[in-house]
């Protein structure tokens, strides 16, 4: 796609300084901005790359004073910031999910309902009795089972993998190859040793605009649902056990695991590779750092939590720092000890 | 679907007390159980239950005498959980694992055969001269390539990946978007620091009974076969690196990985996040707890490792008790130092 | 597939000893190898498996000379290790990546070219506007989306997922289900404590001879590209965020993850399950070891780091030695304590 700079202009409804017929043919920012390139300057902090950008053309403020002469077309408008993330919405649609239409062959099972506006990609299957709404996106080779529900203006991804019954809310996006209602790892004992598989015939329930990155697994619950409610952003490679429930608007980073039927709170946030144990429950706005591992529930809101096992992070930070330098610490002790005569034993 | 009790009675052969003519369409825990759903009452503990639950009905045994009136209807059987599994397979049958036969358009290679009573969903794909036993279900998008064996009853779920030359049991099950046989991780250094691939000809080999969660991936070997003995449990997102093998009955937890060589011994449990070096040999009932690495063999049998680096449990509960409260320990050394005059260097 | 031995010699042009009419139809380690196995001995530490090893024909040095007699056939070539290295590479081509041709039903997207030499199997997916090089092998259920470039010689095995305006380089490995350019996770927190996507719109570059494992995720830039550069090699399940780096011939193990901004120097070693946090920078020939979390950049060549948080090595064994029994050292401090009394406050 190949734009000029007055056609942008007028689609954000801006004024130009400069060469308005230059054409640009993507977006960069102004530090690293080649020509063809469009930017913008929205913090003033960055104002000095403006005098020296490689980009075609830069999105200012109506307000900007120029203190050097600039060499990029310029194009005006109230909000910078705001202008360019218009574009680069624009853009995602225009090279990601602009697709319409059914694209052959696309399996479409016995009573199955999709609604207007949608992209069927090829290899793409929808199960039978599924009821979708307008607007959803299927790419090529997403795996829609049995019954399952999908509402309006959600995406799935290249070759994610909805098992039957799963339920998804409107505006989600499910990215590539994530998996959503893979059996529960529950397996009854035997008196051999060996296991006998615990039947999982719940289900998979995402919310509104819940964000589930690529690769990442949610196990349907042994009955009732795993739900991950409204707003909660998941990254890729995370994996969800049976029965967990994610609160509204929590984030939880990549190749982190939550173990069966925990419940996670509102507005929490969980970074990298984290692990929680299973039936516990983390109270809204419990922040949990990379890599640690929670083995008990927190009740109290708000509380931030490092280490593996995890307790509060500044505790946690003063302990790492010492451990840091537990050789010294030994040797301190061995030369009190030295000093000290050994006490008798009483 | 929807059943009476009455005809869930007859299933079971029990016999049933109140309104026999209700419609029940789905199956849940006594206590979190809502109009339409069946529940059962095996354990006394959850007795209170009973005539508080908004089942339609309760499974319960013949024995039990009622303390209150019971608004649901009830099942009289024998055994209440073994009559309560039984329908929770008969239901993951009914929406799952039920449907037979073969939905165009699915890839068959020359010179393959397949048993009866399969399902080959749509864009499904079995290569050449592959040997698929009778009453496997292969789910669309699953990639089953050339000369793979396939044992009786096993499920392959959607857009799982089998590379040429896997070998599979009876009655496994290999969920979404697991991978079997892809390339160990093995280059050799050149001397201008890059690498050279070491060509990677072994394969996979599943015992019986064996499961495999979702997105897990499993290496094929150098030379000779990566194997998962009988009855093993693989969670989700688990990796398996070359010439590993995994020893009956053991179970691993999801997000765990074992480096190449590596033998894990009969019915040992390695929790969730556990990372195990490659060339080691774990004993027989070894159990290693969350998030562990283990770097040693481990001869003795049946014990507990916990830990980065894993040590025996007890040992590692202590150390960790002591490094919550390091810096206090250091505190208590600055104050015994500052009451002992330093002593001369010897 | 099946060889006399004498065939095997002529490929090798090496001179046979024994029955050389013998049939193999395998490759296998020379103390592991069962009649029909072909094996080779460059090692002189491995010469008594030779003189007991059930292999059908042996390939050794033509200096190499019999201490004890041997009932295999034997191939004499200058350079055993190298020659079995050519088998090696010949059996993986004939089992795995000697296919050619399209098997229907395949997507092309209108405006796409696919070079000369190329496999495209069933149920495989390129969008529109593609270009793709000589011999480039995609496997059944590969997406490929619209505008991505794929150089020559490279293999996308089944289920690979590339987004569009992927760019790969020549002779790349991209195993099943690795997914490339799903979204960066970036989110701009709402006043009222709920999340908006921002919107991503870079793409994933990998450069030549580049590896990539099975249902590894690697995320596209949010402006710009993520770079994974020259013959680096990535394990499976790895996860690589938005706007990372990967230095050249740097080897990435299993369950490795990287966060966002982050860039990874040249010939670095990262272990398995290691974490490296957001906006680092990681020198050349750097190593991590296995389960570290790396929370600072590193500055200087060639440093080992362990721990997490991770600092240098022989540090952090020390650290960890004086761990394990840490209460014994609090046992110690506290017969001090009996033996000094309490100084007063000051």
Redesign the interface.
């Known amino acids: 796609m190949e734009f000029t700079v007055s056609q942008v202009a007028e689609v954000l409804r801006g004024t130009t300084e400069g060469d308005a017929t230059q054409k640009i043919d993507r977006?960069?920012?102004i530090e690293?901005a080649q020509p063809g390139s469009l930017s913008f300057l929205a913090n003033l902090k960055y104002e000095p790359h403006l005098y020296t950008t490689g980009a075609s053309a830069v999105i200012v403020s109506r307000d900007l004073v120029l203190r050097q002469p600039v060499t990029a077309a310029l194009i005006r408008v109230d909000d910078p910031y705001s202008s360019f993330?218009t574009l680069?919405?624009f853009?995602?649609q225009a090279?990601?999910t602009g697709r319409r239409g059914v694209?052959e062959?696309a399996?479409l099972g016995a009573g199955s309902e999709v609604g207007e506006g949608h992209y069927r990609?090829?290899?793409s299957?929808v199960g039978e009795n599924c009821k979708i709404g307008r607007d959803v996106l299927i790419?090529?080779?997403a795996?829609i089972?049995?019954?399952c529900r999908i509402g309006d203006g959600t995406i799935i991804?290249?070759?994610a993998?909805l098992?039957?019954?799963t339920v998804v809310g409107a505006r989600c996006?499910i990215?590539?190859?994530a998996?959503l209602g893979?059996?529960g790892?529950g397996?009854a004992p035997q008196p051999d040793?060996?296991?006998r598989?615990?039947?999982?015939?719940g289900n998979v329930v995402l919310e509104d605009?819940v964000?589930i990155?690529?690769?990442t697994?949610i196990?349907c619950a042994t009955?009732?649902s795993t739900v991950i409610r409204e707003?909660a952003?998941i990254?890729?490679?995370v994996?969800l056990?049976h029965n967990v429930e994610v609160g509204?608007?929590t984030?939880i980073?990549?190749?982190t695991?939550i173990?069966g039927s925990t419940k996670i709170g509102?507005?929490c946030v969980l970074a990298?590779?984290t692990?929680i144990?299973g039936h516990l429950t983390l109270a809204n706005r419990t922040t949990v750092t990379?890599?640690s591992?929670v083995g008990k529930s927190i009740k109290e809101e708000g509380v931030f939590l490092q280490g593996?096992?995890a307790?509060n992070l500044r505790?946690s930070l003063?302990?790492?720092?010492?451990?840091?330098?537990?050789?010294d610490?030994?040797r301190?002790?061995s030369?009190?000890?030295?000093?000290?005569?050994?006490?008798e034993k009483s």
């Open positions: 977006l960069a920012k690293e993330t680069l919405e853009y995602q090279t990601r694209e062959p399996f990609g090829a290899f299957y790419f090529p080779h795996y089972g049995d019954r991804y290249a070759g993998k098992y039957p019954d996006v990215h590539a190859g998996v893979s059996d790892f397996f040793g060996s296991y598989p615990i039947p999982q015939i605009n964000s990155g690529a690769n697994t196990d009955m009732g707003g952003k990254d890729n490679l994996q056990a509204r608007h984030v980073a990549s190749q695991g173990s509102d507005f990298g590779q692990g144990a990379a890599q591992g593996a096992p307790f505790d003063r302990a790492q720092a010492v451990f840091r330098h537990l050789p610490l030994e301190r002790l030369v009190l000890e030295r000093a000290n005569p050994k006490p």
